[in-house]
Protein backbone atom coordinates (compact mmCIF):
# COMPACT_ATOMS: atom_id res chain seq x y z
CA UNK A 1 0.00 0.00 0.00
CA UNK A 2 1.40 3.29 -1.78
CA UNK A 3 -1.23 6.03 -0.15
CA UNK A 4 -1.42 6.83 -3.84
CA UNK A 5 -4.51 6.21 -5.52
CA UNK A 6 -6.07 6.83 -8.84
CA UNK A 7 -9.20 7.35 -10.77
CA UNK A 8 -10.71 5.75 -12.68
CA UNK A 9 -9.15 1.99 -12.90
CA UNK A 10 -9.94 2.13 -16.92
CA UNK A 11 -11.35 4.09 -19.53
CA UNK A 12 -12.45 3.45 -23.09
CA UNK A 13 -12.40 6.77 -25.11
CA UNK A 14 -12.70 7.51 -28.87
CA UNK A 15 -10.01 9.53 -30.92
CA UNK A 16 -10.56 13.22 -30.92
CA UNK A 17 -11.82 13.21 -26.91
CA UNK A 18 -10.01 14.49 -24.29
CA UNK A 19 -10.24 12.42 -20.96
CA UNK A 20 -9.14 13.83 -17.25
CA UNK A 21 -7.43 11.50 -14.59
CA UNK A 22 -6.61 11.49 -11.39
CA UNK A 23 -4.71 10.97 -8.38
CA UNK A 24 -4.68 11.48 -4.54
CA UNK A 25 -1.36 12.00 -2.87
CA UNK A 26 0.02 11.05 0.67
CA UNK A 27 0.19 14.26 2.96
CA UNK A 28 3.39 15.42 3.14
CA UNK A 29 4.39 14.30 -0.55
CA UNK A 30 5.07 17.59 -2.40
CA UNK A 31 5.81 16.16 -5.43
CA UNK A 32 3.51 14.47 -8.03
CA UNK A 33 5.00 13.24 -11.38
CA UNK A 34 2.97 11.67 -14.10
CA UNK A 35 4.25 8.82 -16.20
CA UNK A 36 2.67 7.26 -19.42
CA UNK A 37 3.51 3.04 -20.19
CA UNK A 38 2.53 1.59 -22.67
CA UNK A 39 2.26 -1.96 -23.25
CA UNK A 40 5.90 -3.95 -22.89
CA UNK A 41 7.56 -0.73 -22.03
CA UNK A 42 9.13 1.37 -19.03
CA UNK A 43 7.27 4.45 -18.01
CA UNK A 44 8.29 7.30 -19.42
CA UNK A 45 8.10 10.59 -17.66
CA UNK A 46 5.33 13.15 -18.76
CA UNK A 47 5.71 16.10 -16.62
CA UNK A 48 6.09 16.75 -12.09
CA UNK A 49 4.74 19.26 -10.21
CA UNK A 50 6.01 20.82 -7.36
CA UNK A 51 3.98 22.66 -5.07
CA UNK A 52 1.51 23.05 -7.39
CA UNK A 53 3.63 24.68 -10.39
CA UNK A 54 4.87 22.50 -13.42
CA UNK A 55 8.88 21.74 -12.84
CA UNK A 56 9.64 19.30 -15.70
CA UNK A 57 8.68 18.27 -18.77
CA UNK A 58 9.15 15.02 -20.79
CA UNK A 59 9.21 14.75 -24.49
CA UNK A 60 5.48 14.79 -24.72
CA UNK A 61 3.06 17.46 -26.46
CA UNK A 62 0.95 20.41 -24.81
CA UNK A 63 -2.15 18.29 -25.27
CA UNK A 64 -0.71 16.61 -22.12
CA UNK A 65 -1.06 18.97 -18.96
CA UNK A 66 -1.73 18.53 -15.45
CA UNK A 67 -2.99 20.29 -12.16
CA UNK A 68 -1.71 19.89 -8.58
CA UNK A 69 -4.05 21.00 -6.10
CA UNK A 70 -3.14 22.03 -2.34
CA UNK A 71 -4.81 19.18 -0.75
CA UNK A 72 -1.87 16.74 -2.16
CA UNK A 73 -4.57 15.49 -5.09
CA UNK A 74 -3.64 16.02 -8.75
CA UNK A 75 -5.15 15.98 -12.56
CA UNK A 76 -3.80 14.81 -15.75
CA UNK A 77 -5.65 16.47 -18.86
CA UNK A 78 -5.01 14.90 -22.32
CA UNK A 79 -6.94 16.88 -24.92
CA UNK A 80 -7.85 15.00 -28.88
CA UNK A 81 -6.64 12.04 -27.89
CA UNK A 82 -4.54 9.69 -30.18
CA UNK A 83 -4.89 5.86 -30.12
CA UNK A 84 -0.96 5.70 -29.44
CA UNK A 85 -2.30 7.62 -26.05
CA UNK A 86 -3.67 4.28 -24.96
CA UNK A 87 -1.61 3.10 -22.23
CA UNK A 88 -1.13 2.73 -18.73
CA UNK A 89 -1.06 6.28 -16.91
CA UNK A 90 1.04 6.31 -13.40
CA UNK A 91 1.07 8.91 -10.59
CA UNK A 92 3.79 8.96 -8.65
CA UNK A 93 4.46 11.31 -5.60
CA UNK A 94 7.18 11.54 -2.65
CA UNK A 95 8.63 13.91 -0.76
CA UNK A 96 11.89 15.68 -2.99
CA UNK A 97 14.65 13.97 -3.78
CA UNK A 98 13.16 10.73 -2.35
CA UNK A 99 12.16 7.90 -4.55
CA UNK A 100 8.42 7.40 -5.69
CA UNK A 101 5.15 6.30 -4.58
CA UNK A 102 3.50 5.11 -7.27
CA UNK A 103 -0.55 4.20 -7.28
CA UNK A 104 -1.54 1.51 -9.72
CA UNK A 105 -2.31 3.56 -12.61
CA UNK A 106 -5.40 3.84 -14.84
CA UNK A 107 -5.57 2.26 -18.02
CA UNK A 108 -6.57 4.40 -20.81
CA UNK A 109 -7.85 2.83 -24.27
CA UNK A 110 -8.67 5.33 -27.12
CA UNK A 111 -10.33 3.62 -29.92
CA UNK B 1 13.21 8.15 -24.26
CA UNK B 2 14.30 4.84 -22.37
CA UNK B 3 17.81 5.82 -20.50
CA UNK B 4 18.24 2.28 -19.44
CA UNK B 5 18.49 -1.75 -20.72
CA UNK B 6 17.51 -3.99 -18.75
CA UNK B 7 18.98 -7.59 -19.03
CA UNK B 8 17.72 -10.16 -19.92
CA UNK B 9 14.50 -9.09 -20.66
CA UNK B 10 12.81 -12.39 -19.15
CA UNK B 11 14.33 -14.77 -17.20
CA UNK B 12 12.27 -17.90 -15.52
CA UNK B 13 13.64 -19.89 -12.68
CA UNK B 14 12.62 -22.32 -10.57
CA UNK B 15 11.71 -21.19 -6.70
CA UNK B 16 14.88 -21.08 -4.26
CA UNK B 17 17.41 -20.44 -7.11
CA UNK B 18 19.22 -16.83 -7.42
CA UNK B 19 18.02 -14.07 -10.13
CA UNK B 20 19.98 -11.84 -11.75
CA UNK B 21 18.88 -8.96 -13.89
CA UNK B 22 21.28 -6.09 -15.20
CA UNK B 23 20.80 -2.67 -16.13
CA UNK B 24 22.86 -0.31 -18.38
CA UNK B 25 22.47 3.54 -18.72
CA UNK B 26 23.96 6.13 -21.27
CA UNK B 27 24.59 9.39 -19.23
CA UNK B 28 26.03 9.72 -16.22
CA UNK B 29 23.37 9.79 -12.95
CA UNK B 30 22.67 10.73 -9.34
CA UNK B 31 20.55 7.67 -8.30
CA UNK B 32 20.47 4.38 -9.64
CA UNK B 33 16.86 2.62 -8.38
CA UNK B 34 14.91 -0.52 -8.62
CA UNK B 35 11.75 -0.66 -8.72
CA UNK B 36 9.05 -4.06 -9.31
CA UNK B 37 5.56 -4.42 -11.07
CA UNK B 38 3.10 -7.17 -10.79
CA UNK B 39 1.12 -7.62 -13.80
CA UNK B 40 -0.34 -4.07 -14.69
CA UNK B 41 -0.35 -2.95 -11.27
CA UNK B 42 1.92 0.40 -10.24
CA UNK B 43 5.52 0.19 -9.26
CA UNK B 44 7.09 -0.45 -5.77
CA UNK B 45 10.56 0.96 -4.79
CA UNK B 46 13.29 -1.65 -4.04
CA UNK B 47 16.05 -0.07 -2.98
CA UNK B 48 18.50 2.97 -4.12
CA UNK B 49 21.86 3.27 -4.65
CA UNK B 50 23.85 6.98 -5.44
CA UNK B 51 26.63 7.41 -7.68
CA UNK B 52 28.85 7.47 -5.31
CA UNK B 53 27.99 3.88 -3.88
CA UNK B 54 29.29 0.17 -4.99
CA UNK B 55 26.90 -2.06 -3.31
CA UNK B 56 24.02 -2.30 -1.74
CA UNK B 57 21.60 -4.51 0.48
CA UNK B 58 18.29 -4.51 1.32
CA UNK B 59 17.26 -8.41 2.40
CA UNK B 60 17.34 -11.08 -0.25
CA UNK B 61 18.34 -8.07 -2.29
CA UNK B 62 22.31 -7.08 -3.20
CA UNK B 63 22.45 -4.10 -6.19
CA UNK B 64 26.03 -3.22 -7.78
CA UNK B 65 26.79 0.05 -9.45
CA UNK B 66 29.72 0.55 -11.81
CA UNK B 67 29.88 4.17 -12.77
CA UNK B 68 32.99 3.27 -15.13
CA UNK B 69 30.88 0.93 -16.73
CA UNK B 70 27.41 2.76 -16.67
CA UNK B 71 25.81 -0.94 -15.42
CA UNK B 72 23.59 -2.01 -12.16
CA UNK B 73 22.74 -5.30 -11.41
CA UNK B 74 20.49 -6.94 -9.14
CA UNK B 75 20.53 -10.02 -7.52
CA UNK B 76 17.48 -11.78 -5.75
CA UNK B 77 18.96 -14.29 -3.42
CA UNK B 78 17.09 -17.49 -2.63
CA UNK B 79 13.87 -16.19 -5.13
CA UNK B 80 10.10 -17.11 -4.24
CA UNK B 81 7.11 -17.89 -6.51
CA UNK B 82 6.25 -14.73 -5.14
CA UNK B 83 9.28 -12.39 -6.69
CA UNK B 84 7.51 -13.38 -10.07
CA UNK B 85 6.57 -9.89 -11.36
CA UNK B 86 8.64 -7.20 -13.78
CA UNK B 87 11.75 -5.07 -12.69
CA UNK B 88 12.87 -2.05 -13.88
CA UNK B 89 16.01 0.32 -13.30
CA UNK B 90 15.79 4.13 -13.09
CA UNK B 91 18.58 6.68 -13.36
CA UNK B 92 17.73 10.20 -12.07
CA UNK B 93 20.37 13.17 -12.97
CA UNK B 94 19.57 15.07 -9.74
CA UNK B 95 19.24 18.80 -10.42
CA UNK B 96 15.95 20.68 -10.44
CA UNK B 97 13.54 18.12 -10.78
CA UNK B 98 13.14 14.52 -9.99
CA UNK B 99 12.56 13.24 -13.15
CA UNK B 100 12.82 8.83 -13.50
CA UNK B 101 14.54 7.46 -16.43
CA UNK B 102 13.09 4.00 -16.81
CA UNK B 103 14.33 0.38 -18.76
CA UNK B 104 12.47 -1.61 -20.22
CA UNK B 105 12.44 -4.48 -17.52
CA UNK B 106 13.37 -7.73 -16.90
CA UNK B 107 10.42 -9.92 -16.45
CA UNK B 108 11.13 -12.12 -13.95
CA UNK B 109 8.94 -15.53 -13.65
CA UNK B 110 9.97 -18.12 -10.56
CA UNK B 111 8.50 -21.24 -10.80
CA UNK B 112 7.27 -23.60 -7.63
Known amino acids: ETGVTQSPTHLIKTRGQQVTLRCSSQ?????VSWYQQALGQGPQFIFQ???????GRGNFPPRFSGLQFPNYSSELNVNALELDDSALYLC??????????FGNGTRLTVT | SQQGEEDPQALSIQEGENATMNCSYK?????LQWYRQNSGRGLVHLIL?????REKHSGRLRVTLDTSKKSSSLLITASRAADTASYFC????????????FGKGTLLTVNP
Open chain 1, 92 to 101: ASGPWDSPLH
Open chain 1, 27 to 31: SGHNT
Open chain 1, 49 to 55: YYREEEN
Open chain 2, 27 to 31: TSINN
Open chain 2, 49 to 53: IRSNE
Open chain 2, 90 to 101: ATDRGGSNYKLT
